[in-house]
């Protein structure tokens, strides 16, 4: 058994097809000068058969996923005009003397090493697309064909890494999941591969190659990551019953799609996803989650050399507000600092980059750049519930300092005639301690509370989230931190706002009934796992998840509460 990350959740059990790239490499690394008109001549003419490619592609993509799924096709194609890409290959070409294909190689080769130098996933795992265009950049080149033929039986797809554009290519008819060695669970191959309903384990390791061959019984588990070659009989019986009872779980589910996240007793909550990025809408929408806690930003600065201007964020906006309608919005102003890459923003490398100049604080300090976001959310609001959100705010007068600028787009907004929402609500992160032991003051100034479980956890702790080494060590059933999380619900609910969690707590099952007897009004996780959270509060009442929370809050060890509630679901 070899284990991944969990991408895409289904058992699948089928034999494997194993993917191999074979994209040529340069044969003539140096060109006499003489032929570096004609190597142009050769270029230019690749990147136009790769513009047609995707843009077919895209339209295809916009045919059988709707517009939000096509638009990373368009990511790919904004690379075809970008001076940094192909410019750069072009300069090579004609300053070095270099045939096309290496000029190709070596600027990707660039930009995918920066890329997977990061420490955000999400930014580490935008080296897919780069090597997405550059692969057909370079088969173009070659005039190599980028067919690839697979079974008409049913298979599980072994690769060693997987490109948006090669999982939209996929059988769907025929292919029943998704395993690579490289990726993770925001790249955009596995935002397609949910869209698409294909179990997916990414980010195996490279034994993953060594271990699999074609033709081999696989069975691949999208929930646990998990991933058995050759499985005996007594695994295989296992996971067919598993399977079996998934199948009955999702129509389960189904029937209770449009049933509202009720207690048994009549309290409702409201039950949203996070989001990564504007594609994932239309699958949310038609999965019926009832909104978005949480949209974060941030995606419309990465993976650029130039900031975003207002149009273009307003465009972004409006595209998510409109696709849910009447359905809450949440989106969080920019919340980045020196431990991502953005050559835009210019930000100066941190020794503690997360207790540093970051999320509200660049936004207070430039606000030239702060109020070109609010302008766009502002008359984003226009189409849909759309809700603003403050992230790390740590001072009352942090807090009045965003709202007052928000006050002033709104008033040059008015000026100008634009029309927008003149009571969009706002709200603040709920992150740092500080802020959470004040909650009663902040809860006077905003619309809601929004508590943010990755950082919080990280903050009150002391526990880097991301060191491996102390990992045991980070956990939000910490009695410090729930302590913290009921004293923001009880301020809140004293000053008549409510709040909402959209850290990983929220899409832990576990986690729903202490959470729904501290108070909490909304729940914002992961859509995949958010159809658990509602069973288990369909299947309790308020009162019994008060005295469950009650007893917890009793609780001194992290592995009391777990335990206690560990017993308690069972």
């Not at 194609?77 to 001076?83: S, V």
């Not at 007897?517 to 369909?538: H, N, Q, T, W, Y």
Request: contains cysteine; charged residues 25%; negative net charge.
């Amino acid at each position: 058994m070899l284990t991944g990350i969990p991408v895409s959740h289904g058992i699948s059990i089928a034999p494997a097809v194993r993917l191999t790239h074979t994209v040529p490499t340069a044969q003539k690394p140096v060109v006499a000068s003489v032929d570096v008109p004609r190597e142009l001549v050769i270029f230019d003419q690749s990147v136009e058969q790769t513009r047609e490619q995707l843009d077919q592609l895209r339209e295809q993509t916009n045919l059988q996923l709707g517009p939000e799924k096509a638009a990373i096709l368009s990511a790919h194609l904004a690379f075809l005009e970008d001076p940094a890409f192909v410019g750069e290959m072009k300069s090579l070409i004609e300053s070095k003397s270099i045939d096309a294909t290496a000029a190709v190689e070596q600027v990707a080769d660039q930009f995918i090493s920066l890329f997977e130098s990061m420490d955000d996933d999400y930014m580490r795992e935008r080296a897919d697309d780069i090597r997405d265009v550059s692969r057909r950049l370079v088969r173009n080149l070659s005039g190599e064909d980028s067919s690839v033929y697979y079974p008409e039986e049913p298979f599980i797809l072994v690769a060693l890494d997987i490109t948006p554009s090669e999982t939209l290519q996929l059988p769907i008819q025929n292919v029943r999941g998704i395993v690579t060695a490289k990726g993770g669970a925001t790249s955009h191959a596995a935002i397609l591969a949910r869209s698409l309903g294909i179990p997916a384990v990414m980010g195996v390791g490279e034994q993953l190659m060594a271990e699999v061959e074609t033709g081999g019984l696989l069975i691949l588990d999208g929930a646990t990551g998990e991933l058995y070659i050759q499985p005996d009989r007594d695994t295989l019986s296992r996971y067919q019953e598993k399977a079996a009872l998934e199948a009955a779980e999702r129509q389960a589910y189904e029937a209770m799609r449009d049933l509202p996240a009720e207690t048994l007793d009549g309290h409702r909550v409201q039950l949203v996803a996070n989001m990564a990025v504007p594609e994932e809408a239309d699958a949310l929408v038609e999965a019926g989650i009832e909104g978005i806690g949480l949209f974060r930003s941030e995606f419309l600065f990465m993976d650029r050399s130039s900031l975003p201007d207002e149009e273009e964020q307003f465009q972004a906006y409006k595209r998510i507000a409109s696709a849910f309608g009447d359905k809450p919005v949440i989106i969080r102003t920019l919340d980045v600092g020196g431990d991502k890459h953005l050559p835009a923003l210019a930000l100066a490398q941190e020794e503690n980059p997360f207790l540093g100049f970051r999320a509200i604080r660049i936004s207070l300090a430039r606000p030239a750049l702060f109020r070109v976001q609010l302008r766009a959310l502002l008359r984003a609001s226009a189409f849909g519930q759309l809700l603003i959100m403050f992230p790390m705010i740590s001072h009352l007068e942090q807090l009045r300092e965003a709202k007052a600028m928000l006050e002033q787009a709104k008033s040059e907004l008015r000026e100008e005639g634009i029309s927008f929402d003149e009571n969009i609500a706002v709200g603040m992160m709920m992150e740092i301690p500080g802020a959470c032991l004040q909650a009663d003051a902040f809860a006077k100034e905003v619309q809601f509370f929004s508590i943010g479980t990755n950082d919080l956890v990280q903050y009150t702790l002391a526990v880097d989230r991301m060191n491996a080494e102390i990992g045991d060590l980070y956990s939000y059933y910490h009695p410090a931190v729930l302590r913290l999380i009921s004293n923001v619900i009880e301020a809140s609910h004293r000053a008549g706002i409510w709040t909402g969690l959209c850290g990983e707590m929220a899409g832990d099952p576990l986690a729903t009934k202490l959470l729904l007897g501290l108070g909490l009004d909304e729940f914002s996780g992961a859509a995949s796992v958010m159809p658990k959270v509602k069973e288990r509060i369909r299947s309790t009442t308020l009162e019994q998840a008060k005295q469950l929370a009650a007893h917890v809050l009793t609780l001194s060890t992290v592995e009391d509460v777990v335990r206690f509630l560990k017993d308690e679901t069972e």
